[in-house]
């Protein structure tokens, strides 16, 4: 197991979905990067969200498609 996090990083906070890493995460990512780009959001692959205190508040989400949608308009 392990989190997903989509951060602005002109913002405070951070988006996170829990899932599981493997060829599905990395085709997840690329496909979140080519729709919103490398400019000004940050995706990281994190093992426990209380480890990470810089991306605090965390938002989870639910599902790919809820994570996709707050990503694209973030």
Same mark, same amino acid.
């Given at each position: 197991? #392990?989190?997903?996090?989509?951060?602005?990083?002109?913002?405070? %906070? #951070?988006?996170?979905? =829990? +899932?599981?890493? %493997?060829?599905?995460?990395?085709?997840?990512? =690329? =496909?979140?990067e080519?729709? !919103? %780009?490398?400019?000004?959001?940050?995706?990281? +692959?994190?093992? =426990? $969200?209380?480890?990470? %205190?810089?991306?605090? $508040?965390?938002?989870f989400v639910?599902?790919?498609?809820e994570?996709t !949608?707050?990503?694209?308009?973030?």
């Open positions: 197991m #392990c989190y997903l996090i989509a951060k602005n990083i002109n913002d405070v %906070g #951070c988006v996170a979905l =829990r +899932t599981t890493h %493997g060829k599905h995460l990395s085709e997840l990512k =690329r =496909r979140i080519k729709k !919103v %780009g490398y400019e000004k959001i940050q995706l990281v +692959t994190i093992s =426990r $969200p209380s480890a990470y %205190g810089e991306y605090e $508040p965390y938002h639910n599902s790919e498609e994570f !949608v707050v990503v694209e308009n973030m």
